[in-house]
């Protein structure tokens, strides 16, 4: 049943300080709201159980995507719409590019923020396999002030994360040298557009000749969180994919994901779907290289 | 509780005083009778209610209202000027474009939206602009034709 909006608060701080301000008088009162696409759907239905809200949709302080030698930085209140116009993210992290490409359609892409994406914590979320596979870091904010951490150990379970009821994210900074390295993702969904995807890998691999010089796995579905595959890409260090060789490194690989993928078993597959597709995808992207 | 709300929709500016978290979609066709914005799923997936704020195609079902604050809205009522029909929907009407009625909307502010950002859309760009846009009538080839002759009498 539809909620009854008068039983709502929402108010829209005039800067990032007066938000966190907010946040920091009464943690765990307020909820902020980005694009809204996230709960505005809960509200709808029914199901938004924070009464309090602020509005972080209008703050220019989280919008914003620079440019250095190093890495690409980027608001969390950046939308897909945003990431998709920008020539760097284009030319440096098209995994990027590719997964905000998927996220719902374009009115949706107009609203969603990568910060929303990302702090919704869905397992099944477009965007956090590509950011892991890239070794993003994520930046915190308080009135207390910043933490940053690896976005590697932002989630802690099904949507749960180390964002505490007085923090905001703040932004997410992606390295941006990949040229050198080999990249892939795929998302398997029931529907191109807008369907949220059963299971996704997005992966990168330096080669040396034959060898994987280095390679890096992020998955999302494969556990209750969007996932690093650290053991699997420990298992292919230094492997070889030269055709003699290709074969047993695909064997090692799939192994390897088999024992740390912990998938979930819901409406829009079961697990072991999950796992057997993400061991395919695996393989395919091996087979590329 | 209610809080006094502004915006200008389709050129007009209006003043509401609402509860910040009602639906832009509820705004419009309660509080101000523009009752063409229509509501299929309520929930982001259907573009039946979609509008264009700031120039940017959204759900407004998705939009709280405060959001919307000091924003420039346009809603189907919006698009043709003075009686006259805008191509869009002129070439919606003549190919078999609409059947029910109850996507047109939300379908003539995608094409709006698809137009000006690519006046001569490939097919592809056709199929991304709409894909958050449900039919159950046309089968949605008819759409696509009407988006292609829209593009070619705007910019031929
Ligand atoms: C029709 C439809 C299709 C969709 N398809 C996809 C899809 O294919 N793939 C996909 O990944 N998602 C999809 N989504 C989900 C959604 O659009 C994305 O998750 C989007 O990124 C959410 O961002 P938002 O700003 O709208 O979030 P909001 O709804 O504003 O917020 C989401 C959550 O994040 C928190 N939050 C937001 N910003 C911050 C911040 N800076 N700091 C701390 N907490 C914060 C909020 O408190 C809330 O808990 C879809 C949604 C709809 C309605
Ligand atoms: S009613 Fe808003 S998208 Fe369906
Ligand atoms: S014409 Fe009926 S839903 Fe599209």
Same mark, same amino acid.
């Given at each position: 049943?539809?909620?009854?909006?008068?039983?709502?608060?929402?108010?829209?701080?005039?800067?990032?300080?007066?938000?966190?301000?907010?946040?920091?008088?009464?943690?765990?009162?307020?909820?902020?709201?980005?694009?809204?696409?996230?709960?505005?759907?809960?509200?709808?239905?029914?199901?938004?159980?924070?009464?309090?809200?602020?509005?972080?949709?209008? !703050?220019?302080?989280?919008?914003?995507?620079?440019?250095?030698?190093?890495?690409?930085?980027?608001?969390?209140?950046?939308?897909?719409?945003?990431?998709?116009?920008?020539?760097?993210?284009?030319?440096d992290l098209p995994l990027l590019i590719?997964?905000?490409?998927?996220?719902?359609?374009?009115?949706?892409?107009?609203?969603?923020? !990568?910060?929303?994406?990302?702090?919704?914590?869905?397992?099944?979320?477009?965007?956090?396999?590509?950011?892991?596979?890239?070794?993003?870091?994520?930046? !915190?904010?308080?009135?207390?002030?910043?933490?940053?951490?690896?976005?590697?150990?932002?989630?802690?379970?099904?949507?749960?994360?180390?964002?505490?009821?007085?923090?905001l994210l703040h932004s997410i900074s992606?390295?941006?040298?990949?040229?050198?390295?080999?990249?892939?993702?795929?998302?398997?969904?029931?529907?191109?557009?807008?369907?949220?995807?059963?299971?996704?890998?997005?992966?990168?691999?330096?080669?040396?000749?034959?060898?994987?010089?280095?390679?890096?796995?992020?998955?999302?579905?494969?556990?209750?969180?969007?996932?690093?595959?650290?053991?699997?890409?420990?298992?292919?260090?230094?492997?070889?994919?030269?055709?003699?060789?290709?074969?047993?490194?695909?064997?090692?690989?799939?192994?390897?994901?088999?024992?740390?993928?912990?998938?979930?078993?819901?409406?829009?597959?079961?697990?072991?779907?999950?796992?057997?597709?993400?061991?395919?995808? !695996?393989?395919?992207?091996?087979?590329?290289? | 509780?209610?809080?006094?709300?502004?915006?200008?929709?389709?050129?007009?500016?209006?003043?509401?005083?609402?509860?910040?978290?009602?639906?832009?979609?509820?705004?419009?066709?309660?509080?101000?009778?523009?009752?063409?914005?229509?509501?299929?799923?309520?929930?982001?997936?259907?573009?039946?209610?979609?509008?264009?704020?700031?120039?940017?195609?959204?759900?407004?079902?998705?939009?709280?209202?405060?959001?919307?604050?000091?924003?420039?809205?346009?809603?189907?009522?919006?698009?043709?000027?003075?009686?006259?029909?805008?191509?869009?929907?002129?070439?919606?009407?003549?190919?078999?474009?609409?059947?029910?009625?109850?996507?047109?909307?939300?379908?003539?502010?995608?094409?709006?939206?698809?137009?000006?950002?690519?006046?001569?859309?490939?097919?592809?760009?056709?199929?991304?602009?709409?894909?958050?846009?449900?039919?159950?009538?046309?089968?949605?080839?008819?759409?696509?034709?009407?988006?292609?002759?829209?593009?070619?009498?705007?910019?031929?």
């Open positions: 049943m539809r909620s009854d909006v008068s039983l709502y608060d929402l108010s829209a701080p005039p800067s990032l300080d007066a938000a966190l301000a907010i946040l920091a008088k009464e943690p765990g009162k307020y909820t902020p709201i980005a694009g809204g696409t996230e709960l505005m759907v809960a509200l709808g239905v029914g199901r938004l159980v924070q009464h309090s809200l602020i509005s972080i949709q209008h !703050l220019r302080e989280l919008r914003f995507i620079r440019v250095d030698d190093k890495a690409i930085h980027i608001g969390a209140g950046t939308t897909f719409t945003d990431i998709r116009r920008s020539q760097a993210i284009a030319e590719q997964s905000a490409s998927w996220t719902g359609s374009i009115a949706n892409q107009n609203r969603g923020t !990568l910060g929303g994406n990302i702090c919704n914590a869905s397992p099944a979320a477009d965007t956090p396999p590509a950011l892991l596979a890239y070794g993003a870091t994520v930046r !915190l904010i308080s009135a207390s002030g910043t933490r940053t951490m690896p976005y590697s150990d932002f989630h802690l379970g099904y949507k749960k994360t180390v964002l505490r009821p007085d923090e992606v390295p941006r040298d990949f040229s050198d390295y080999r990249q892939y993702i795929r998302k398997v969904g029931t529907r191109n557009a807008q369907s949220i995807s059963k299971i996704a890998l997005a992966a990168i691999a330096k080669l040396e000749g034959d060898t994987i010089a280095d390679i890096r796995l992020g998955a999302a579905s494969l556990t209750d969180r969007p996932v690093r595959c650290s053991a699997t890409e420990a298992a292919l260090q230094r492997q070889r994919i030269d055709g003699a060789n290709l074969d047993a490194t695909v064997r090692a690989a799939r192994a390897a994901l088999a024992t740390e993928a912990k998938p979930i078993d819901d409406i829009r597959s079961t697990a072991k779907y999950r796992a057997a597709v993400a061991a395919n995808l !695996l393989e395919e992207f091996l087979r590329s290289l | 509780m209610n809080t006094p709300i502004q915006f200008t929709v389709n050129g007009n500016r209006q003043s509401v005083d609402v509860p910040p978290m009602k639906r832009l979609l509820d705004v419009l066709r309660e509080d101000l009778h523009l009752t063409g914005t229509k509501e299929g799923c309520g929930e982001g997936e259907c573009g039946a209610c979609a509008v264009l704020l700031n120039g940017e195609l959204v759900n407004s079902c998705l939009v709280p209202a405060l959001q919307a604050h000091g924003s420039r809205l346009c809603t189907i009522e919006g698009v043709s000027t003075e009686g006259q029909l805008h191509p869009i929907q002129q070439c919606f009407l003549e190919r078999g474009g609409a059947q029910c009625g109850i996507c047109t909307p939300g379908m003539i502010l995608a094409t709006h939206h698809l137009l000006d950002k690519y006046p001569n859309p490939t097919l592809e760009q056709i199929q991304e602009g709409l894909a958050g846009n449900l039919c159950r009538c046309t089968g949605y080839m008819r759409i696509f034709e009407s988006v292609q002759q829209a593009a070619n009498t705007i910019s031929p």
